[in-house]
């Protein structure tokens, strides 16, 4: 937990940092919490439930992804199913600005819990990739990206992304069914800030998207079960 | 986030961390998925599922919205309509995860139609129509409660295509329409109706009803057929949610209908109410982790049949308002002790009642009258109305009512909520069309 916190730390720092880069902007009455989240329960989200073991449950193909051109934190041109290869997938969108309570925070601490979790199983970690993927290619550059690979510190292979340009991203979110909506003040001037419903999505092996996950509803043991179930699908999967 | 400075940023993702959630402040109606975004504050807008009736405008089934706003020029009216074309027994429906898309059901021919209450949440307009479901699912019939999960729409159904009696299944659908799976209930429990989850405990709760021989019968001749009067659930299953595996099966006599999971944290237990045997039940999870269904109140006389239907759960589990069909009349129990609920209010609100929901803060509850079209009452007793109320935690005072005979529309039935600044500023990343849209009118 403290080497979780600490990273959470960095990216807090150059969150502020971002911020900060903004104080040119023309007078605005401050965004509110309400503006930028949603609210789905009452009170915090605690997982009070022991996942079902892995391979006791079936997860059916909920969807077919398309590939797609994406940046990867060196700046190097590739696409999902090229960083994917024939693995097993985590991905969550985030922009890394965002300090939203149920939001991207939330879904990149848990992406760290993940990924300390695979580090501690070496054969599943060779079978599964993480991908953070940024919907905000005008700040989230490959270098911000790495600045915030760098906070995290991934244990295994956890890939910071972006995109070339607004029209790369979204078919991205569409063909996820990602909503991400920039939040404007009233004079149509953007706060920096977006509304999403946030979701983590489990991949497998065939780009077929196999378990969709809210944020503030997500429970890391409930995914790492999933991997490992996918993980002892034979070849091809069930579906 | 530019007035927030670097330490409470820290100290809020810090807290995050160790609580895996965030304290919401507000949030809005009470019976909906855990997994999609209430809106906040005032509704701006009650769409209305309504079953078309004969003689009655176009006849035909349709999603009315009223203006809900009182601040608005048109507050109380009717101001959008959209047939769907021909009756399908129009029932019930729920929005997707991300609240963009209202799916409603038809249980007679078991069509779902897709409305987009986003581009202009005044004016739903019908963006799909699945005509598929029976033959997706393998045989389901009656879409009924619609549950949003992330990324997808559950679905319970209430009959089969095979005997069109009361076995029936889970049906889910991704958020494009297509088909995903369908999990049969239990042969020991085969009947469906209703549909919840709490994803905090990963159970799930079904209720059962009846199938589609007996719901669309006369009210009157399945009553007075023993046979068919058989052919009702009496059961309610709790299942691993994630896994979509029944767990336990729990007694609850009498046709269980709606569920309403208890909202607070570590309040782990839900309500139901009896159809034919007119009995609150309390469906709560015990010490060692499994559930147990106990009988908690009497709705009204038991012995009159009142036929309890639609119940409600304020936010803050106080206050369960449960409407019963037959005596038109809702009954507001105090369920502060789940195991000794105390009538406070009743106030009867027409001649005959079913659906009721309450906004999150509690202050505002709507109510429709109809229940199923060869149900309703007959002549001068078929009301057909809405009817706003305010709440006030002691009784209720009427706001407005829209007379949906008068009004040219039907037999009014499900209700959701809609609100301009939910989608206020948000430009979808798809633009509309999404793939397998493209794909199929191609």
Same mark, same amino acid.
């Given at each position: 937990?403290?080497?979780?916190?600490?990273?959470?730390?960095?990216?807090?720092?150059?969150?502020?940092?971002?911020?900060?880069?903004?104080?040119?902007?023309?007078?605005?009455?401050?965004?509110?919490?309400?503006?930028?989240?949603?609210?789905?329960?009452?009170?915090?989200?605690?997982?009070?439930?022991?996942?079902?073991?892995?391979?006791?449950? &079936?997860?059916?193909?909920?969807?077919?992804?398309?590939?797609?051109?994406?940046?990867?934190?060196?700046?190097?041109?590739?696409?999902?199913?090229?960083?994917?290869?024939?693995?097993?997938?985590?991905?969550?969108?985030?922009?890394?600005?965002?300090?939203?309570?149920?939001?991207?925070?939330?879904?990149?601490?848990?992406?760290?819990?993940?990924?300390?979790?695979?580090?501690?199983?070496?054969?599943?970690?060779?079978?599964?990739?993480?991908?953070?993927?940024?919907?905000?290619?005008?700040?989230?550059?490959?270098?911000?990206?790495?600045?915030?690979?760098?906070?995290?510190?991934?244990?295994?292979?956890?890939?910071?992304?972006?995109?070339?340009?607004?029209?790369?991203?979204?078919?991205?979110?569409?063909?996820?069914?990602?909503?991400?909506?920039?939040?404007?003040?009233?004079?149509?001037?953007?706060?920096?800030?977006?509304?999403?419903?946030?979701?983590?999505?489990?991949?497998?092996?065939?780009?077929?998207?196999?378990?969709?996950?809210?944020?503030?509803?997500?429970?890391?043991?409930?995914?790492?079960?999933?991997?490992?179930?996918?993980? &002892?699908?034979?070849?091809?999967?069930?579906? | 986030?530019?007035?927030?400075?670097?330490?409470?940023?820290?100290?809020?993702?810090?807290?995050?961390?160790?609580?895996?959630?965030?304290?919401?402040?507000?949030?809005?109606?009470?019976?909906?998925?855990?997994?999609?975004?209430?809106?906040?504050?005032?509704?701006?807008?009650?769409?209305?599922?309504?079953?078309?009736?004969?003689?009655?405008?176009?006849?035909?089934?349709?999603?009315?919205?009223?203006?809900?706003?009182?601040? $608005? %020029?048109? *507050?109380?009216?009717?101001?959008?309509?959209?047939?769907?074309?021909?009756?399908?027994?129009?029932?019930?429906?729920?929005?997707?995860?991300?609240?963009?898309?209202?799916?409603?059901?038809?249980?007679?021919?078991?069509?779902?139609?897709?409305?987009?209450?986003?581009?202009?949440?005044?004016?739903?307009?019908?963006?799909?129509?699945?005509?598929?479901?029976?033959?997706?699912?393998?045989?389901?019939? @009656?879409?009924?409660?619609?549950?949003?999960?992330?990324?997808?729409?559950?679905?319970? @159904?209430?009959?089969?295509?095979?005997?069109?009696?009361?076995?029936?299944?889970?049906?889910? *659908?991704?958020?494009?329409?297509?088909?995903?799976?369908?999990?049969?209930?239990?042969?020991?429990?085969?009947?469906?109706?209703?549909?919840?989850?709490? %994803?905090?405990?990963?159970?799930?709760?079904?209720?059962?009803?009846?199938?589609?021989?007996?719901?669309?019968?006369?009210?009157?001749?399945?009553?007075?057929?023993?046979?068919?009067?058989?052919?009702?659930?009496?059961?309610?299953?709790?299942?691993?949610?994630?896994?979509?595996?029944?767990?336990?099966?729990?007694?609850?006599?009498?046709?269980?209908?709606?569920?309403?999971?208890?909202?607070?944290?570590?309040?782990?237990?839900?309500?139901?109410?009896?159809?034919?045997?007119?009995?609150?039940?309390?469906?709560?999870?015990?010490?060692?982790?499994?559930?147990?269904?106990?009988?908690?109140?009497?709705?009204?006389? %038991?012995?009159?049949?009142?036929?309890?239907?639609?119940?409600?759960?304020?936010?803050?589990?106080? *206050?369960?308002?449960?409407?019963?069909?037959?005596?038109?009349?809702?009954?507001?129990?105090?369920?502060?002790?789940?195991?000794?609920?105390?009538?406070?209010?009743?106030?009867?609100?027409?001649?005959?009642?079913?659906?009721?929901?309450?906004?999150?803060?509690?202050?505002?509850?709507?109510?429709?009258? $109809?229940?199923?079209?060869?149900?309703?009452?007959?002549?001068?007793?078929?009301?057909?109305?809405?009817?706003?109320?305010?709440?006030?935690?002691?009784?209720?005072?009427?706001?407005?009512?829209?007379?949906?005979?008068?009004?040219?529309?039907?037999?009014?039935?499900?209700?959701?909520?809609?609100?301009?600044?939910?989608?206020?500023?948000?430009? *979808?990343?798809?633009?509309?069309?999404?793939? $397998?849209?493209?794909?199929?009118?191609?």
């Amino acid at each position: 937990m403290r080497r979780l916190i600490a990273a959470v730390a960095g990216v807090a720092l150059l969150v502020g940092s971002a911020g900060a880069t903004e104080s040119a902007r023309p007078a605005h009455p401050p965004v509110g919490a309400a503006d930028t989240s949603y609210t789905y329960t009452v009170g915090p989200f605690v997982a009070e439930y022991e996942a079902p073991p892995p391979g006791t449950y &079936a997860l059916p193909v909920i969807e077919r992804l398309d590939d797609h051109p994406l940046v990867d934190s060196a700046g190097t041109t590739t696409t999902l199913a090229a960083l994917k290869g024939g693995r097993l997938a985590v991905v969550a969108f985030v922009y890394t600005t965002c300090s939203e309570a149920t939001g991207c925070p939330l879904a990149e601490a848990i992406m760290q819990r993940l990924d300390r979790r695979l580090a501690d199983d070496a054969a599943l970690a060779r079978r599964v990739r993480l991908l953070t993927i940024s919907f905000d290619p005008s700040r989230d550059t490959p270098a911000r990206m790495a600045a915030i690979r760098a906070a995290f510190g991934p244990q295994t292979d956890w890939a910071f992304l972006t995109t070339a340009s607004e029209t790369d991203l979204t078919p991205i979110l569409t063909d996820f069914g990602q909503p991400v909506a920039k939040l404007n003040y009233e004079d149509g001037t953007w706060t920096g800030l977006y509304r999403h419903v946030l979701k983590v999505f489990l991949l497998d092996e065939q780009n077929r998207v196999r378990n969709i996950y809210s944020t503030g509803l997500l429970n890391p043991d409930l995914v790492m079960n999933d991997l490992r179930t996918l993980a &002892a699908d034979p070849p091809g999967g069930k579906q | 986030m530019r007035k927030t400075s670097k330490p409470r940023v820290l100290a809020t993702v810090a807290s995050l961390v160790l609580v895996f959630g965030a304290q919401q402040a507000f949030a809005d109606e009470t019976c909906m998925s855990a997994y999609m975004p209430k809106i906040t504050g005032q509704e701006d807008y009650v769409y209305v599922w309504t079953v078309g009736a004969e003689g009655v405008g176009d006849g035909s089934d349709k999603l009315v919205t009223i203006d809900t706003n009182s601040k $608005s %020029p048109t *507050y109380g009216k009717v101001i959008s309509s959209v047939s769907v074309g021909g009756r399908h027994e129009a029932h019930h429906g729920g929005f997707t995860d991300d609240r963009r898309y209202l799916w409603m059901g038809g249980l007679d021919d078991s069509p779902i139609f897709v409305f987009d209450v986003a581009t202009d949440p005044a004016k739903p307009k019908l963006v799909k129509t699945i005509d598929s479901f029976t033959k997706d699912s393998g045989g389901v019939v @009656g879409p009924h409660t619609f549950f949003a999960l992330p990324g997808r729409m559950l679905i319970s @159904g209430l009959s089969n295509a095979n005997d069109k009696g009361g076995k029936s299944a889970l049906v889910e *659908y991704n958020n494009n329409g297509e088909y995903v799976q369908t999990v049969w209930l239990p042969d020991d429990a085969p009947y469906g109706y209703d549909v919840r989850v709490q %994803p905090r405990l990963n159970r799930m709760l079904t209720s059962s009803f009846t199938g589609w021989d007996n719901y669309m019968t006369e009210f009157g001749k399945v009553v007075s057929n023993s046979e068919a009067m058989k052919h009702f659930g009496h059961t309610m299953i709790v299942w691993d949610a994630h896994a979509r595996k029944p767990i336990q099966v729990l007694e609850v006599p009498g046709a269980p209908l709606e569920i309403r999971w208890a909202l607070q944290p570590r309040h782990n237990y839900a309500f139901t109410s009896t159809a034919l045997t007119s009995k609150l039940w309390l469906i709560e999870q015990q010490p060692d982790g499994t559930f147990k269904a106990s009988a908690v109140a009497d709705i009204g006389d %038991p012995k009159k049949t009142p036929l309890p239907v639609d119940i409600s759960l304020s936010a803050d589990d106080r *206050y369960l308002f449960v409407d019963s069909f037959m005596d038109g009349t809702v009954r507001v129990f105090d369920v502060s002790d789940p195991h000794k609920p105390k009538v406070i209010d009743e106030q009867k609100i027409g001649s005959q009642v079913n659906m009721v929901s309450q906004t999150w803060d509690g202050e505002r509850v709507y109510f429709t009258s $109809s229940l199923l079209a060869n149900w309703d009452k007959t002549g001068k007793d078929n009301e057909q109305f809405l009817k706003a109320y305010r709440w006030d935690g002691k009784k209720l005072t009427p706001l407005f009512a829209v007379d949906f005979t008068k009004e040219g529309l039907g037999r009014p039935h499900h209700m959701h909520f809609g609100q301009n600044q939910f989608y206020k500023n948000q430009i *979808y990343g798809g633009a509309g069309t999404r793939r $397998s849209e493209v794909a199929r009118a191609e």
